[in-house]
C-alpha cells in the first residue's frame, strides 16, 4: 500500500480557515478527482463533516474520529492510526485528504505528497499543513506558473517521494 498526501497549502504552508479551504481552484479539484478516484481516500472527522455532500463517489471513504459509535454515512470509520493502516493494508493507494491534525498524524507515515503550492499567502489562516520540508523529501515533478482566472491566483503542482521509499524503488 501507498499512502499519499493530497494537500493544497499557501506561501505559508496554510491550509484553511473558520473550517474551510483557503481557495477553490477548479483546475486543482478536477486534478484532486482525477487523481483519487479509484483510490481510498482517509480524512479527518471535522474534515468529512465539511464535504458539501458527504463521502465523495467512487472513491473508498474512510473517517478517522475518537468518536464511539460515530456514524459517516458512504464511509468507514476507524478510530485510530493503526486501525486505519490496517483496513487499508490491501489497497493499491491511500489519499489522505485532510485536514490539519490528521496530515500531522499521518505525515511520519507517508510515502508521497501532492502539494498544490497557492503563491499567495491568506489572511487569519487557522490549520496549517505540518512542517516537511528538509525531512527526506525528493521532489518527482512540478509544474510551474499555473494560473486560475476565475481566482486570479497562480500555482504549482509539486510532488514528493520520501527518500525511503525512493531508494527502495
Ligand atoms: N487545503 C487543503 O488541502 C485542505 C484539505 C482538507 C482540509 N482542509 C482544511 O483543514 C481544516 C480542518 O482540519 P482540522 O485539523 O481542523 O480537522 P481534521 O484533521 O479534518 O479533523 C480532526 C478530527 O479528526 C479526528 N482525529 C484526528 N486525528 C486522530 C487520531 N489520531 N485518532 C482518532 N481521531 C483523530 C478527531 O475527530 P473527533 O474530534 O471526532 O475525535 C479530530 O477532531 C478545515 O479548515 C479544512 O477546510 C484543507
Redesign the pocket.
Known amino acids: 500500500m501507498i499512502l499519499a498526501m493530497?494537500?493544497?497549502?499557501d506561501e505559508q504552508n496554510?491550509?484553511?480557515?473558520?473550517?474551510?479551504?483557503?481557495?477553490y481552484i477548479s483546475s486543482d479539484l478536477k486534478r484532486f478527482k482525477e487523481l483519487t478516484t479509484g483510490h481510498t481516500i482517509l480524512?479527518?472527522?471535522?474534515?468529512?463533516?465539511?464535504l458539501p455532500k458527504g463521502a465523495l463517489p467512487k472513491r473508498r471513504n474512510i473517517?478517522?474520529?475518537?468518536?464511539k459509535d460515530?456514524k459517516a454515512p458512504g464511509a468507514e470509520v476507524?478510530?485510530?492510526?493503526g486501525e486505519?493502516i490496517a483496513i487499508c493494508s490491501d489497497d493499491q493507494k491511500v489519499f489522505v485528504?485532510?485536514?490539519?491534525?490528521?496530515?500531522?498524524?499521518f505525515l511520519p507515515e507517508a510515502d508521497e505528497l501532492y502539494i498544490?503550492q497557492i503563491h499567495h499567502t491568506f489572511d487569519n489562516v487557522?490549520?496549517f499543513?505540518p512542517e516537511y520540508k528538509g525531512l527526506g523529501w525528493k521532489e518527482t515533478h512540478r509544474e510551474d506558473n499555473l494560473h486560475d482566472e476565475k481566482s486570479g491566483f497562480t500555482f504549482s503542482y509539486v510532488n514528493l517521494k520520501s527518500a525511503g521509499r525512493f531508494d527502495c524503488v
Open positions: 493530497i494537500v493544497a497549502v496554510g491550509i484553511g480557515k473558520d473550517g474551510d479551504q483557503l481557495a480524512m479527518g472527522r471535522k474534515t468529512f463533516e465539511a473517517v478517522i474520529t475518537h468518536q460515530y476507524v478510530k485510530s492510526i486505519a485528504i485532510g485536514g490539519g491534525e490528521v496530515y500531522k498524524a498544490t487557522d490549520v499543513f
